[in-house]
């Protein structure tokens, strides 16, 4: 249903007061083997339970109906012959006027005591209605018969209280009469006021025409109560029902032991696997026994064992690794200090120097001056290992950082031939944060956005939306090539080793980054296509310890090669779509303007292939080289007529979130 529809809110309430109740039984359903085991064989064992009673309740129902019909059938059959060798034999008749034995007889009279007679040995095994001859017989009022055969008997006569026309079926009283024979259907007995409302009972009806002692037709008819046979099958359904329900309990408790016998260890390994997860390495199973999950025990305990060995080792190896970096960095101080200052020496007089020696002072300056940096990093990144790195943070606004790190690039990039544009500054952005961390961070972007954009314009973006705010750096260089985003924040990793450090670079500064961002609780994540530039973006909290839900900056830039195709498809399709509804005489200029190429693109999800821990993307390069020049060049004017109009964008997609958690549990690197 549509959001806009009358229903759609109170659809969605309804379903969601529904779901509620039922989200704790769905939770215990999917956690708990167990419970579906012992639900499942309950299942099973209900339907074959089911199943098997059916057939037997059928089988036997049919035993009970056949035994019946045959004695009913039997007994019918000796009850009509009485009948009709009644109606055949004489009778003597008493008094004077006697001439013949059948003239002056009351066929009514012999009815009755024929019914009488024929019921008095049945009791309450059957009973006996006699009807007139005809398909309408007994049906008038007063119980005289209306159809065009009734002669001889008048009305209906019947034993032991019973309706004789409301118990015996008009479709047996038509079959009857149009045919010859015995005929027998179900049916049942109904009685008539004077039998104190006594309820139907189902019966089996057997009728046959006869004749009377006049030689005219009647319907004689025996109705057997089947009230035993159907108690006998009530009885029949409870004992089935009482020891299918017994059957299918011991069913369900039978699976319960056996599964819990099972599952048991299992959720002990499972709790025993969530304490070794959260540190407590000295945990064990307890093991009885000597089945399967005894070795399984035995087997995880010694897994559990090993692997605290390799962790402890793993420890005492990056301890002292830690300690080796931070001694040989404290410990290089000293040395590098008096290297330091004979070496200023020797730079100050090095006009007094031959050109080659002056030359060799030079670089031996610019090369300590590396050394230093390099000694710096390595601290930084020994007190990020060891934890020890603490935050300061405090209200700063992110334009001033962003003025600082561009003064300071900006030698670089005259050098380079590069202009720096900042988009988005216009408005305060404010974060609680560390500003030397992210001045730091900033910085290394900036002068490797510089470094590598080949001369073009580096665009810096500042953008803040709900409780994030973002810096983002662009350049239109070299980009990423396929495979390298993955290591784009290694440490020591060069995207090219075969280009010179011109900034003296030490191959730490992404690592570092990335660990000043991970201590904002913040994301570092880049973005790259072969020939079409890199960006790299950083998001960070507008409060600290406050989690990030999206970044207010796309990851992928809107003037990317994959949205600038879209936004030329796009525009493409509306400038056409107004020519085909053109009239004659009308101009080709479409009255509908197209899209812009950066403004107008759509964002593009993340590449599956981008590395989950730093939210890198790579896109491959195409197979022409004349068309990623063309490209390149494409990118450098949309980058000089259309970003100073870029306006700032939206919030990320919650797919740029899931992407940049998972960035804070990959490695850091550096580029």
């Known amino acids: 249903m549509a959001d806009g529809a009358p229903g759609g809110p109170v659809l969605r309430l309804f379903v969601r007061l529904v779901r ?239 599964v819990r016998q099972v599952v048991t260890p299992v959720r002990m390994a499972a709790g025993i696997a969530e304490r070794l997860s959260a540190g407590r390495l000295q945990e064990r199973m307890k093991v009885t026994g000597e089945d399967d999950i005894a070795r399984l025990g035995e087997a995880f305990n010694k897994m559990a064992q090993n692997l605290q060995l390799k962790i402890q080792q793993l420890e005492d190896l990056s301890r002292m690794q830690r300690r080796f970096v931070s001694d040989v960095s404290h410990e290089l101080r000293t040395p590098l200090t008096t290297v330091r200052m004979a070496a200023d020496v020797i730079h100050d007089a090095r006009v007094d120097f031959d050109p080659i020696t002056a030359r060799s002072a030079e670089l031996l300056a610019g090369q300590l001056d590396r050394f230093e940096s390099l000694l710096a990093d390595l601290l930084e990144i020994s007190r990020f290992d060891a934890g020890a790195a603490a935050l300061e943070a405090e209200p700063i606004d992110l334009r001033d950082v962003v003025r600082r790190v561009i003064d300071g690039a900006e030698p670089l990039a005259e050098h380079k031939g590069t202009r720096i544009r ?125 989690p990030l839900r999206g970044s207010p900056i796309p990851l992928e830039p809107e003037d990317s090669r994959s949205n600038r195709a879209r936004a030329a498809a796009d525009a493409a399709g509306a400038k056409a779509s107004p020519k085909a509804q053109q009239g004659p005489g009308r101009g080709d200029r479409s009255p509908i303007p197209p899209r812009s190429a950066v403004a107008g693109a759509l964002p593009v999800p993340a590449d599956p292939t981008a590395l989950p821990g730093s939210g890198a993307r790579v896109v491959a390069r195409p197979a022409d080289p004349d068309q990623a020049a063309a490209d390149r060049a494409a990118a450098e004017r949309a980058a000089d007529t259309e970003v100073d109009a870029a306006a700032d964008t939206g919030a990320d997609t919650d797919a740029d979130a899931q992407q940049a958690a998972a960035a804070q549990e990959d490695g850091a690197g550096g580029r």
């Open 20 to 258: 509620r109740p039922l989200l704790p039984a769905v939770r215990l359903w999917r956690r708990n083997i167990q419970l579906r085991v012992v639900a499942a064989t309950l299942l099973m064992s209900l339907a074959v339970v089911l199943a098997l009673g059916f057939v037997v309740i059928a089988q036997v129902s049919k035993g009970l109906l056949d035994a019946k019909e045959e004695a009913a059938q039997s007994q019918a059959a000796g009850g009509f012959a009485v009948a009709q060798e009644k109606a055949n034999t004489p009778s003597a008749v008493d008094g004077p006027d006697a001439t013949d034995n059948k003239v002056g007889r009351d066929a009514s009279t012999w009815m009755n005591s024929l019914v009488k007679q024929l019921a008095s040995g049945g009791q309450t095994a059957f009973e006996v209605v006699a009807l007139g001859a005809g398909p309408d017989a007994g049906g008038q009022p007063g119980g005289q018969p209306s159809g065009p055969f009734v002669s001889g008997v008048k009305g209906a006569r019947a034993s032991g209280n019973v309706d004789p026309t409301a118990s015996v079926p008009v479709a047996l009283r038509r079959d009857v009469n149009h045919a010859t024979g015995t005929f027998k259907t179900f049916s049942q007995i109904r009685y008539t006021a004077g039998s104190g409302d006594k309820a139907p009972e189902p019966a089996l009806v057997v009728g046959k025409r006869l004749t009377d002692i006049n030689g005219d037709p009647y319907d004689l008819y025996y109705l057997f109560p089947l009230t035993q046979e159907e108690e006998s099958l009530n009885l029949i359904k409870v004992t089935i029902a009482t020891a299918g329900v017994f059957v299918v309990v011991l069913l369900g408790a039978i699976a319960w032991l056996v």
């Open 422 to 546: 900042v988009l988005g500054d216009t408005q305060p952005v404010i974060a609680e944060a560390d500003s030397r961390r992210v001045e730091r961070v900033l910085r290394n972007l900036v002068v490797n956005a510089v470094e590598h954009g080949e001369g073009r314009d580096v665009v810096v973006r500042l953008a803040s939306a709900g409780g994030a705010v973002a810096v983002a750096v662009r350049d239109y260089g070299v980009g990423l090539k396929p495979g390298e985003a993955t290591r784009v924040f290694n440490r020591f990793w060069r995207a090219d080793p075969a280009r010179a450090r011109t900034t003296g670079g030490t191959g730490l500064g992404l690592s570092i980054a990335v660990e000043d961002a991970r201590l904002h609780g913040g994301w570092l994540q880049a973005w790259g296509e072969p020939g079409g530039g890199s960006q790299f973006r950083l998001t960070l909290p507008r409060t600290a310890d406050e």
